[in-house]
């Protein structure tokens, strides 16, 4: 399991420097770096085990069903790959910590790098590709935020979206060609994917999955022609870049090619397209290299060169290539993350990384050109440092490669490319540390203090070491990683400085003489490359993106113009339109089902429906006319439910019914009473028209649907709960049993719903009772002739004298509920219309002062009485929500009936009355601000608690 | 009696969605009550008719219609309820907000939702238009 315990550390970690960044900056930094040790030291303790050949493997099932498990992984690889990533992250934190300016957020800097450092690891760790794939998606999002961490500078701004939009175009390539892959394999996982080397290559989907891979492999590790984002990824503060680029993001995608080395290499497809674009790469790397004069895009460029020859081996395809491939990554890493904390290093002490304003540093730096003049020569390829090794290595396979049967152009190409490599990294040297002492730096350079050069210098150690011992500092490692890569067994190799004089040995002299000649003729050669094209990446990318945002704008302003009628009718249009293709296709002609023969009641019901609905349609602009309208439609519903057997449903709808019309009655008091004339038909008669005829083919699409279904026998789940709601639930209202016991979950989210709906309310609400809407609300005037009696006696009276009524009919309905229609449902509504009464017939100021419920708290507390039910059974080990009841005894009462359903109906009491009282008692409430008028004297406005002779005074 | 249950649920329909697609909040909200009888009476129609066979268990009851589809149109029209609340409480916020009671935004592509209809004091013509404007140069 520690292996899990290695990916998941630095997202552990991630969640500290934001807060330890308050013990100080010393305190952030030391958080991070030890959970990346930590992570490290697991890592290592697993080093024995790899040593041996022994792969390690933890996880769990996730998604099983998806084939998505979280299974990691580790072999000679993987070990390699977290190590570089881990040691090398080690190293970057330390220098971070003196890098980063006093007023750059150290916190959320750390936070970043933790994310990205445990997505690189999750990358490399993965089993399974799925996760793999997570994991790599990661990485572009977190690079995103390193990159654009100076968020002031918009080159930082830029390089990232770059880089994100680059890299996560190859990413959901990616996607595609890894699940073409799993598909082919039959596992998500790569250690059987590994297994199915002759199935995939034979698959016709090879090609296309090889592709989608490769796209983002390349894309990742900024292979010809998507290079460009690498250079401008350079905004980055250096730490970033140094890690990035060095060791973790750029080679993500070199590290899945080695992945999948066994299963995809080897094939004419596989040789074509990954070595000849990593040699492209190389040769326009290296060259444009040359010619940088910002240190950082220097180095970056040379990533670019070195990235393309490490792909460039890979493509070969041969073992050999494999291990050099192999030993490169690993030298790269050492000079390239030395070389960048190194021109962090002149960036900060001299205040500029443009080497037209530099040079001469020699003498004023001496431990930082030490430094990079060791770790440079080793970029150029120059004995004895471990950059020589591997370059001899790559010139050797470059010479026994043909491309098209033709046996020179690699190597020739290749040995440019060393040229020019050469020439830029004795450039760096050259042109920064030699020649005289300017008196112009920005700031007067020194060393700078040893957190910023002794990690870097750490790694030059390593270069050293590894140049003049490889085959005992480097070798074991080099074996176990390049067994993973092959899968197979190892070429015959060596790793030594001298290999005797062959024709690798040949190439390099001729590279590092081109090279010398081209630094010392460097102004000549400069303005040969000066006088050409020079096509500039950027601009491209940000011509197509402008395209690109240009046409989604195009489409998106075409399609949504911000009218809700539209929308309704594109959605209206399209239901319908997906409700006929299915309905045309199958039978729809009547069924055989026997049919209720039609009562004259029933007629003359049906009769009132259909004109309401006409009614409502005709004089919609009439608003209040509308409500009474659609009130007796849903009357004329209610007595269908009574009608047809669905008394629970009567009840429910009724009371729903009165209580959605006084809220609507309410708002209509400040909405206008009337639609304006341009709602008219003869105002727009098209739109009428088209409204009109969408409606009729909804409408007559629903009809024929019903009559459809109507006409035929279905069958039900019904006899399951017929049969067992006496025993199992206890009641013989089966719709009760039903909503409280067998589907209680549904209701419990139900009151739920209802209880944030109220809560939404009363945000809206409560909202216009402060500033400006207020404002104007006590400035209103009804629209409306208002009587001069506010509180109509009778009406008081009337209410009050129903109040202990409504309330005893609502017990009575929530207590028989279980066996007869009725239920928490409908009790809860009688009791709010009830209630309710109160607050319209008497004044909001009456009925708050006497109804002192916290409708909030009534809302919770129903909610957490069902939660409780339900967590009680969980705690006598029976499924949330599982009801008992039993049958006890009262002398008086008789034989009578307790079930925990009861209790959960009380829940959804509460949480109903709490929702419907929460919304009506503030919309009444909006009342009291529209003005203060006059308060009538008469004696019809009378407060009968208060006493008459008060009221007199 | 089937026909007349099918011919209502369409006729619900074809009014609902017809008041659905009008410019104003209210005549939308009056759509929307409609559509919900609709689906309801649909819903409940999916466990077929019966008269007089109520789900109540009973020693004398010789058979009963469907219950489930009671049970989720009951909780359906509890629901919708507190939809049709909702929209009751925005669109009367989204008035006293704007002055204006278009289902669009003011300033928008259609020509009615320019029109104002501002019966609160203190207001004049053509005023939430320009400051809708205003608005959003400002999150420009």
Redesign the interface.
Known sequence: MSLVLIVLLPFVGALLPALMIRAGRNACATSTFTFTLLAFALLLSHAPAVFRGEVVQAGWDWLPALGLNANFFLDGLGFFFAGLILGIGLLIIVYARFYLAKDDPMGSFYTYLLLFQGAMVGIVLSDNILLLLVFWELTSLSSFLLIGYWKHLPEGRQGARMALAVTGAGGLAMIAGMLILGDIAGSYNLTDILQHKDAIQASPLYLPALLLILAGCFTKSAQFPFHFWLPHAMAAPTPVSAYLHSATMVKAGLFLMARMWPVLAGTVEWFYIVATTGLITMLVGAVIALFKDDLKGLLAFSTVSHLGLVTMLLGFGTPMAAVAAVFHILNHATFKAALFMNAGIIDHEAGTRDIKRLGGLLHLMPVTATLAMVAAASMAGLPPLNGFLSKEMMLHEAAATAWLGNGWVVPALATLAACFSVAYSLRYIVHVFFGPQRSDYPHTPHDPPAGLWLPPALLVVLVVLIGLLPATVAGPLVAVVAQAVIGGALPDYHLALWHGVNIALALSVVAVVVGLGALHAYPRVRAVWQAGPHPEAKAMFDAVMAAALALAQRVTHGLH?????RY??FA?GAMTLAGFATFIGASHEAGT?E?????PV??VA?LL??GG??L??MF??Q?LL??LV?GT??LI?CV??I???????AL??IS?EV??VI??LL??Y???KA??L??TVSA?PLRHLR??V???I??????????A???R??S???TY??EN??SGGGG????NV??VDF?GF??FG?II??GI??L??YA??D??LHG??AR??S???P?LPVSVDRHPIIMVVATRVMLPLALLVGAYIFLRGH???GGG?IAALVVSIALIMQYMASGFGWAAQRVRVNYHAMIGAGVLIAAGTGIASMVLDRPFLTSAFDHFHLPLVGEFELASAMAFDTGVFLT?VG?VML?LAN?SRMGRLTGQRPVNRTAMDVDPSMGMSKEHN | MEFLVATAIGAMTAAGVYLVLRARTFPVIIGLTLLTYATNLFLFATGRLAVNLPPVISADAAAYTDPLPQALVLTAIVISFGMTAVIVVMSLRAYLETGNDHVDLPGDASPEAREDDWKLLGRKQGEPAARAAAGLEERA
């Open positions: 113009n911000g009218s809700l009628q309704l009718a209206i089902r049919l209720l023969p039609a009562e029933a007629v049906w429906l259909l609905c006409v409502t349609v919609f602009r608003r509308s409500v659609v439609v849903g519903v269908a439910f009608y047809l057997s669905a008394p629970d449903l429910t709808q729903v209580t959605t809220l609507i708002a209509l400040f909405l206008p639609s304006p341009s709602s727009d409204d009109g969408l409606a009729l909804a409408g007559g699409g629903m009809g024929l649907v019903s009559w279904m109507l006409t026998d279905g039900s789940l019904s709960y017929l709601s006496v013989t209202n089966v719709v039903i909503l589907r549904d209701t139900e719903v209802l709906a109220a939404a309310i809206l609400l909202g216009a400006r809407v104007r609300l400035a209103w005037t629209d066996n007869q229609p449902f109903v929702a919304a919309l």
